[in-house]
């Protein structure tokens, strides 16, 4: 049997037909993403398929690692092509690892390789790419155009200027740009050198001096509206959990003053820090409209001997077990009893904690915005086909499928671009099957519709991104 086909991953004429004539062909709004902003104003090209598709990626790290391949051929001084040759050979290793299917997917859609990836075939598939790379459609707008994305938020710091954002609001390119708001180098008191550090920047790029905590919030709150007024309406947190216990204006001022001073906070002291914060950063989101999302639940850095080698982010994280779920409903209540509460995204990495965490968000519907509060789409170690069906269930169950908004990538790299496919065909598979079964009714129309809502149509409506270029190419945009 041939491996990825027009039907890959969807089983039967049903899933196929709701595939094709429902989720297949509708634009892709990546409302989360990390892309730099300088690639995408400058329009970056790539030398070869090692610059595009491996430089970076620490999901490839994990697996080579784990296939016995030395650090050198995953972050280290090795040549771009002998990295390659070294993933090459891994791939084989990775048959059911999702790494697999994206790996062959990628290859496919961007190149049309059609050959397995092995130590066999690389040297002919490195020529195919680099030859395609080499053409002007694959610089990075132009691989925008190819997915059909309509529009795109990439992953910003409240120090960070917003000139490539600026550039490409007049730019040439089709693709809305937005920037997402992500302060979490706000709530790092337990470290006061790299805190202060960052909050000099603060200063600096806010044109605020910064002496007392009213200072930090007048700051933070001109670097939201500075976003605000560049098309920005997310923002993000990374956060191992949500902080737990209330804190007042005094307790919070005599914390900034301590860390401001050169002191690190304890744990209790940077956790109420962080309380404080992020009901003000809730309180600038609900006022702007915006939607706050939170990426709970990551255990990162857990290698130290590693961390101190490569530095952080270069693939030694896991999935946390910390309790998750009462902490997110007092961190929900207290922005709900404040009048604060904005739309709400919540990615959750702990399978465990998807049934518990569909119903908390249940809670806080409001009546007023369809699907306010989201269950996010399956993220990091769960985006994969079973993470992704347990996250559909789990919401389906919980709550309203109808209303979700949809798949993003998550992604540092262009070559990502295909996860929104996967998404597609396994939201296709799921429901096409069940309305084989029986189990939900044979009308296209109805399955069809919300097929078609949850690939673009709900993101589309629910977030409110401020238009951008009129795009004939782009319908629905
Ligand atoms: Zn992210």
Same mark, same amino acid.
């Given at each position: 049997m041939a491996f990825i086909t027009d039907d890959f991953l969807l089983h039967g004429d049903t899933a196929s037909r709701l595939y094709h004539s429902w989720a297949a062909d509708q634009p892709i709004l990546d409302y989360h993403c990390h892309l730099p902003p300088g690639d995408l104003a400058a329009n970056r090209r790539f030398a070869n398929l090692f610059d595009i598709w491996l430089a970076g990626d620490h999901y490839k790290w994990r697996a080579m690692r784990a296939n016995g391949v030395a650090e050198r051929f995953c972050t280290g001084d090795a040549d771009p092509y002998e990295k390659f040759l070294a993933w090459a050979r891994t791939v084989p290793a990775t048959l059911r690892n999702p790494l697999y299917h994206w790996t062959h997917l990628e290859l496919l859609r961007y190149f049309g390789v059609t050959e397995l990836l092995d130590e066999r075939t690389a040297p002919a598939i490195w020529e195919r790419a680099n030859a395609c790379l080499a053409d002007p459609d694959f610089d990075a707008h132009g691989i925008l155009r190819r997915f059909r994305v309509a529009g795109l938020c990439t992953t910003d710091d409240p120090v960070d200027g917003l000139e490539h954002h600026e550039a490409l609001a007049h730019s040439a390119l089709e693709t809305a740009v937005y920037p997402c708001f992500r302060p979490d180098a706000a709530l790092r008191t337990r470290d006061a050198n790299r805190f202060n550090t960052w909050v000099d920047r603060l200063s600096a790029r806010a044109n605020v001096s910064i002496a007392r905590l009213p200072d930090l919030l007048d700051a933070l709150r001109r670097r939201h509206d500075d976003f605000h007024a560049h098309g920005c309406r997310l923002s $993000?947190?990374?956060?191992? @959990?949500?902080?737990?216990?209330?804190?007042?204006?005094v307790d919070a001022g005599r914390i900034f003053d301590r860390v401001r001073g050169g002191a690190d906070a304890d744990p209790d002291d940077a956790d109420r820090f962080a309380s404080y914060l992020m009901l003000f950063f809730g309180r600038l989101d609900a006022d702007r409209g915006w939607t706050k999302q939170l990426h709970l639940g990551a255990i990162r850095d857990v290698n130290a001997t590693m961390r101190r080698a490569l530095g952080p982010d270069t693939g030694f994280d896991s999935i946390g077990d910390w309790p998750q779920v009462s902490a997110l409903g007092r961190f929900l209540d207290r922005l709900h009893t404040a009048r604060s509460l904005p739309k709400v995204?919540? !990615?959750?990495?702990?399978?465990? =904690?998807? !049934? *518990? &965490?569909?119903? &908390? %968000?249940?809670?806080?519907? $409001?009546?007023?915005? *369809?699907?306010? %509060?989201?269950?996010?789409? *399956?993220?990091?170690?769960? $985006?994969?086909?079973?993470? %992704?069906?347990?996250?559909?269930? *789990?919401?389906?169950n919980a709550g309203l499928l109808s209303r979700?908004?949809? &798949?993003?990538? =998550?992604? @540092?790299?262009? &070559?990502?671009y295909p996860r929104h496919e996967y998404f597609r065909r396994v939201l296709c598979n799921l429901l096409g099957a069940e309305m084989d079964r029986g189990e939900l009714p044979g009308d296209d129309e109805l399955v069809g519709g919300m097929i078609q809502n949850i690939c673009h149509l709900n993101a589309a409506t629910y977030f409110a991104l401020p238009a951008r270029k009129p795009s004939p190419s782009l319908k629905g945009a």
């Open positions: $993000d947190h990374g956060l191992e @959990r949500c902080p737990g216990e209330p804190c007042g204006d995204i919540v !990615y959750n990495l702990n399978p465990s =904690d998807n !049934y *518990a &965490m569909a119903t &908390m %968000i249940g809670n806080f519907q $409001d009546g007023a915005i *369809a699907g306010k %509060i989201q269950l996010g789409s *399956a993220w990091w170690f769960l $985006d994969q086909k079973e993470g %992704i069906e347990w996250q559909l269930n *789990a919401l389906s979700f908004v949809g &798949m993003l990538t =998550d992604s @540092r790299s262009f &070559m990502s």
